[in-house]
C-alpha cells in the first residue's frame, strides 16, 4: 500500500500509523538525505537536475528491494510512488536535462512493483503551507503558494487517468493526526478499499 499526495498534505504521519494498524514494513522516502535539496530551493534552475537524479536513482534502489523480496501487497505501507518523481521532474525540468531525465526514467519504472492501493491525499494550497510551517524543515519555509497549487494540479492530472486501486481523501476537510474519529474513519475508508482490491485479485 501506498500513501501519495503533495507536500505538506500528512503522507508520512498516515503511512506510519497504517504501518502500525496492520503491522506492516515501514518505507519512507529519502527527503533530508538528498544533498542537492536544500540548494536546489534556493536555487531551482542550477541544482534541479541533481536534485531530480537522486530521488530518482534512491527510490529505485528502494523499490527495486520490494520487488525482489515481496510485492507492496505483502506487508509493505510507503509514503510514495515512483510516478512521484516524474511528476515533479516535468516541473522542474526543461528541455535537454528533462529528455535524459525520461529516458532514465522509462527505462527504469517498468522494473518495479505496483501497490495493492494507493492512498491519495489532497488539500487547499492554504493547508500545505499551514503544515508546511508546522513541520518546520528549514529549507520548505519559502514554499510559494503557486508552486504547491502548481504541484496538486499535476497530481490531480495524474490520478485522474490512473488505473489501479486508488482512493482519494480530501485531506484538508479531516484532521487524523489530531483526531480519533476521524483517524478511525479514515482506516475504515482503507481497509474498505483494501478489500475490494483483494476480491478483485
Do not use: C
Not at 500509523?17 to 518505507?27: D, F, M, N, T
Amino acid at each position: 500500500m501506498v500513501v501519495e499526495g503533495p507536500i505538506g498534505v500528512g503522507k508520512t504521519s498516515l503511512t506510519r500509523r497504517l504501518a502500525a494498524r496492520y503491522g506492516a514494513e515501514l518505507k519512507l522516502e529519502v527527503v533530508e538525505e538528498n544533498p542537492f535539496l536544500a540548494p536546489f530551493y534556493e536555487n531551482p534552475a542550477a541544482f534541479a537536475f541533481q536534485v531530480q537524479v537522486f530521488f530518482l536513482l534512491s527510490r529505485f534502489k528502494q523499490l527495486s528491494a520490494l520487488s525482489q523480496g515481496g510485492l507492496w501487497g505483502q506487508g509493505v505501507v510507503g509514503d510514495y510512488l515512483f510516478a512521484k518523481d516524474f511528476i515533479f521532474a516535468a516541473m522542474n525540468l526543461k528541455d535537454h536535462e528533462f529528455s535524459l531525465y525520461n529516458d532514465l526514467y522509462t527505462h527504469l519504472s517498468p522494473r518495479l512493483p505496483t501497490p495493492d492501493l494507493v492512498v491519495y491525499l489532497r488539500a487547499d494550497t492554504d493547508v500545505l503551507l499551514r503544515r508546511i510551517e508546522k513541520r518546520g524543515r528549514p529549507f520548505e519555509q519559502d514554499m510559494q503558494a503557486a508552486y504547491l497549487a502548481d504541484l496538486t494540479s499535476r497530481y490531480d492530472e495524474y490520478f485522474r487517468t490512473y488505473s489501479g486501486n486508488l482512493l482519494i481523501v480530501e485531506a484538508g476537510e479531516i484532521d487524523f493526526v489530531g483526531d480519533p474519529a476521524h483517524e478511525q474513519d479514515l482506516m475504515t475508508r482503507i481497509h474498505e478499499a483494501l478489500g475490494e482490491s483483494s476480491a478483485a485479485d
